[in-house]
C-alpha cells in the first residue's frame, strides 16, 4: 500500500506497533524514547515564534489561526510529499504518527497536532486518529430529589 496514513500521539504515549514515529516539535525530546524517531516533519511543526506565544498564554484559537496560515503557506502538496518522503524511508505501509509533547488527557489541554488534523481532514477529507489518551467530558443525569 502507497497511500499515506497519519495519525497523531504524544512522544510519552507512542508505541512502536502504531506506526513510524515523527517528530513534529520546534525543540528536540529532550528524554530518552524507548524507540527512534522516523523523522521530522518540519512543515508540521509549528514556528519557534508561534510556541513561545504559546508558552506566554496565547489562546488555542489565536494560535490555530497562526498556525494554520503557516500549514497553508506550505501547502498539502508539500505537506503530503514531505510525510510520504519519511513514511518511504522507514515503513511504507505502516501509518506516520505526528509526535508531540502535550497531553491531550488533561482537561483544557490542546496541541498543534489536534489542529493539524483538523486542518488536514478538512482540506483533503482523510481522517487523522489521535492515538493517545484524549479527555472527554461525560455528563451525568442529575436526579429529580
Not at 82 to 106: Q, T, Y
Request: charged content about 20%; hydrophobic content about 40%; aromatic content about 10%.
Amino acid at each position: 500500500m502507497s497511500d499515506l496514513r497519519i495519525a497523531t500521539c504524544t512522544f510519552q504515549e507512542f508505541q512502536p506497533e502504531m506506526g513510524t514515529p515523527v517528530r513534529t516539535t520546534a525543540g528536540g525530546v529532550r528524554f530518552p524514547l524507548s524507540y527512534k524517531l522516523g523523522g521530522h516533519a518540519r512543515l508540521v511543526t509549528p514556528a519557534w515564534g508561534l510556541v513561545q506565544q504559546a508558552r506566554k498564554g496565547m489562546a488555542a484559537d489565536a494560535y490555530e489561526f497562526h498556525y494554520r496560515r503557516q500549514l497553508n503557506e506550505a501547502g498539502v502538496d508539500a505537506i503530503r510529499a514531505e510525510l510520504l518522503a519519511i513514511a518511504g524511508a522507514n515503513d511504507l505501509d505502516s501509518p506516520v504518527v505526528l509526535l508531540c509533547f502535550d497531553k491531550l488527557a488533561v482537561p483544557g489541554n490542546w496541541c498543534h497536532r489536534s489542529q493539524f488534523a483538523r486542518f488536514w481532514n478538512e482540506l483533503t477529507g482523510e481522517e487523522v486518529p489521535e492515538l493517545g489518551a484524549v479527555f472527554r467530558e461525560t455528563h451525568r443525569q442529575g436526579g429529580l430529589w
